[in-house]
Protein backbone atom coordinates (compact mmCIF):
# COMPACT_ATOMS: atom_id res chain seq x y z
CA UNK A 1 0.00 0.00 0.00
CA UNK A 2 3.28 2.81 0.88
CA UNK A 3 4.49 2.02 -3.07
CA UNK A 4 0.68 2.88 -3.90
CA UNK A 5 -0.01 5.90 -1.56
CA UNK A 6 3.30 7.02 -2.09
CA UNK A 7 5.41 5.66 -5.44
CA UNK A 8 7.83 3.08 -5.38
CA UNK A 9 10.79 5.26 -5.36
CA UNK A 10 9.77 7.91 -3.17
CA UNK A 11 8.74 5.21 -0.12
CA UNK A 12 11.70 3.77 -0.72
CA UNK A 13 13.90 6.65 -0.81
CA UNK A 14 12.15 7.69 2.46
CA UNK A 15 12.65 4.64 4.70
CA UNK A 16 16.75 6.26 3.94
CA UNK A 17 15.92 9.83 4.43
CA UNK A 18 12.54 10.07 6.55
CA UNK A 19 12.18 6.13 8.22
CA UNK A 20 10.06 7.97 11.24
CA UNK A 21 7.89 9.32 8.50
CA UNK A 22 7.84 5.90 6.56
CA UNK A 23 6.93 3.81 10.27
CA UNK A 24 4.25 6.24 10.30
CA UNK A 25 2.58 5.83 7.80
CA UNK A 26 3.00 1.63 7.17
CA UNK A 27 0.97 2.15 11.31
CA UNK A 28 -1.55 3.92 9.66
CA UNK A 29 -1.42 1.56 6.61
CA UNK A 30 -1.69 -1.73 8.43
CA UNK A 31 -5.07 -0.53 10.03
CA UNK A 32 -6.45 -1.46 6.26
CA UNK A 33 -4.99 -4.51 6.21
CA UNK A 34 -6.16 -5.33 9.62
CA UNK A 35 -9.75 -3.56 8.69
CA UNK A 36 -9.75 -5.51 5.23
CA UNK A 37 -8.87 -9.09 6.57
CA UNK A 38 -11.27 -8.91 9.52
CA UNK A 39 -14.14 -8.68 7.13
CA UNK A 40 -12.47 -11.21 5.50
CA UNK A 41 -12.65 -13.34 8.70
CA UNK A 42 -15.91 -12.37 8.88
CA UNK A 43 -17.28 -13.61 5.57
CA UNK A 44 -15.97 -17.00 6.23
CA UNK A 45 -12.48 -16.97 5.55
CA UNK A 46 -10.51 -19.88 6.62
CA UNK A 47 -6.83 -18.29 6.62
CA UNK A 48 -5.61 -15.17 4.70
CA UNK A 49 -3.04 -14.37 2.31
CA UNK A 50 -0.84 -11.17 2.83
CA UNK A 51 1.51 -9.78 0.10
CA UNK A 52 4.13 -7.69 0.51
CA UNK A 53 6.33 -6.28 -1.83
CA UNK A 54 9.43 -7.04 0.48
CA UNK A 55 11.77 -8.36 -2.57
CA UNK A 56 15.25 -8.83 -2.19
CA UNK A 57 15.28 -6.04 -5.45
CA UNK A 58 13.48 -3.66 -3.29
CA UNK A 59 14.02 -3.95 0.28
CA UNK A 60 17.01 -5.21 2.09
CA UNK A 61 16.92 -8.15 5.07
CA UNK A 62 17.44 -5.46 7.60
CA UNK A 63 15.13 -3.22 5.92
CA UNK A 64 12.35 -5.87 6.38
CA UNK A 65 13.40 -6.40 10.10
CA UNK A 66 13.58 -2.91 10.76
CA UNK A 67 9.95 -1.37 8.59
CA UNK A 68 8.45 -5.36 8.18
CA UNK A 69 8.96 -7.57 10.72
CA UNK A 70 7.02 -6.24 13.77
CA UNK A 71 3.99 -5.68 11.69
CA UNK A 72 3.86 -8.88 10.35
CA UNK A 73 4.34 -10.88 13.93
CA UNK A 74 1.22 -7.87 14.83
CA UNK A 75 -0.96 -8.98 12.06
CA UNK A 76 0.09 -12.23 13.13
CA UNK A 77 -1.68 -11.44 16.19
CA UNK A 78 -4.38 -9.24 15.73
CA UNK A 79 -6.48 -11.11 12.24
CA UNK A 80 -7.52 -14.59 13.62
CA UNK A 81 -7.17 -16.87 11.37
CA UNK A 82 -3.85 -18.60 9.94
CA UNK A 83 -2.12 -16.08 7.52
CA UNK A 84 0.24 -17.10 4.35
CA UNK A 85 2.62 -14.66 3.67
CA UNK A 86 3.82 -14.37 0.03
CA UNK A 87 7.01 -12.44 -1.32
CA UNK A 88 8.47 -12.36 -4.37
CA UNK A 89 11.87 -12.86 -5.59
CA UNK A 90 14.56 -14.68 -3.54
CA UNK A 91 13.46 -14.17 -0.10
CA UNK A 92 16.34 -16.61 1.55
CA UNK A 93 17.87 -13.87 3.00
CA UNK A 94 14.54 -13.03 5.36
CA UNK A 95 13.08 -15.89 5.81
CA UNK A 96 14.81 -17.07 9.24
CA UNK A 97 13.14 -13.50 10.23
CA UNK A 98 9.62 -14.16 8.31
CA UNK A 99 9.42 -17.64 10.70
CA UNK A 100 9.37 -15.51 14.01
CA UNK A 101 6.74 -13.20 13.19
CA UNK A 102 3.89 -16.40 14.01
CA UNK A 103 2.62 -16.50 10.54
CA UNK A 104 1.84 -19.74 9.86
CA UNK A 105 2.92 -20.03 6.13
CA UNK A 106 5.61 -18.16 4.12
CA UNK A 107 4.40 -18.51 0.12
CA UNK A 108 7.78 -18.80 -1.95
CA UNK A 109 9.18 -18.04 -4.86
CA UNK A 110 10.99 -20.22 -7.34
CA UNK A 111 14.18 -18.17 -7.14
CA UNK A 112 14.69 -19.58 -3.14
CA UNK A 113 16.08 -22.91 -3.69
CA UNK A 114 13.40 -25.54 -2.23
CA UNK A 115 15.94 -27.22 -0.20
CA UNK A 116 17.11 -23.92 1.10
CA UNK A 117 13.61 -22.66 1.95
CA UNK A 118 12.99 -25.59 4.29
CA UNK A 119 16.66 -25.24 5.56
CA UNK A 120 15.32 -22.17 6.68
CA UNK A 121 12.28 -22.29 7.90
CA UNK A 122 12.33 -25.20 9.81
CA UNK A 123 9.38 -27.20 11.59
CA UNK A 124 8.26 -24.04 12.76
CA UNK A 125 7.23 -22.25 9.82
CA UNK A 126 4.76 -23.97 7.30
CA UNK A 127 6.15 -23.20 2.83
CA UNK A 128 3.69 -23.08 -0.04
CA UNK A 129 4.72 -22.40 -3.69
CA UNK A 130 7.46 -22.61 -5.03
CA UNK A 131 7.03 -23.31 -8.24
CA UNK A 132 8.18 -21.79 -11.06
CA UNK A 133 4.82 -20.24 -13.15
CA UNK A 134 7.22 -19.43 -16.61
CA UNK A 135 9.48 -22.40 -16.58
CA UNK A 136 7.04 -25.48 -15.42
CA UNK A 137 3.33 -24.43 -15.17
CA UNK A 138 3.08 -22.34 -18.69
CA UNK A 139 5.89 -24.27 -20.05
CA UNK A 140 7.02 -27.43 -18.41
CA UNK A 141 6.55 -30.60 -19.63
CA UNK A 142 4.93 -33.37 -18.26
CA UNK A 143 8.00 -34.95 -16.37
CA UNK A 144 8.91 -31.25 -15.39
CA UNK A 145 6.01 -30.57 -13.47
CA UNK A 146 6.38 -34.39 -11.78
CA UNK A 147 10.22 -33.70 -10.84
CA UNK A 148 9.05 -30.31 -9.51
CA UNK A 149 6.16 -32.05 -7.52
CA UNK A 150 8.76 -34.89 -6.11
CA UNK A 151 11.48 -32.26 -5.25
CA UNK A 152 8.74 -30.21 -3.26
CA UNK A 153 7.29 -33.86 -1.66
CA UNK A 154 10.93 -34.71 -0.96
CA UNK A 155 12.02 -31.43 1.40
CA UNK A 156 8.50 -31.58 2.61
CA UNK A 157 7.20 -28.81 1.34
CA UNK A 158 3.50 -28.34 2.76
CA UNK A 159 1.24 -26.99 0.16
CA UNK A 160 2.34 -27.55 -3.72
CA UNK A 161 1.78 -24.74 -5.14
CA UNK A 162 3.39 -22.00 -8.02
CA UNK A 163 5.41 -19.38 -6.86
CA UNK A 164 3.06 -16.40 -7.17
CA UNK A 165 -0.56 -15.67 -9.19
CA UNK A 166 -0.95 -18.52 -11.99
CA UNK A 167 -0.67 -16.40 -15.34
CA UNK A 168 -4.09 -16.14 -17.13
CA UNK A 169 -2.93 -17.50 -20.18
Known sequence: LGYHMFGVEEFLINTILKPDAIKKALAVLKEVTVQFGTAQIEAGADALCLADHATRDLCSPDAYKKFLMEIHQELS??????????????????????????????????????????????????????????????????????????EKINCNIDIIGPECAVPLN
Open 77 to 150: VRLKCPLILHICGDTSDRITYIKQTGIECFHFDSKVPVKLARELAGDKLALMGGTSNLNIIFNGAYEDVLNDIN
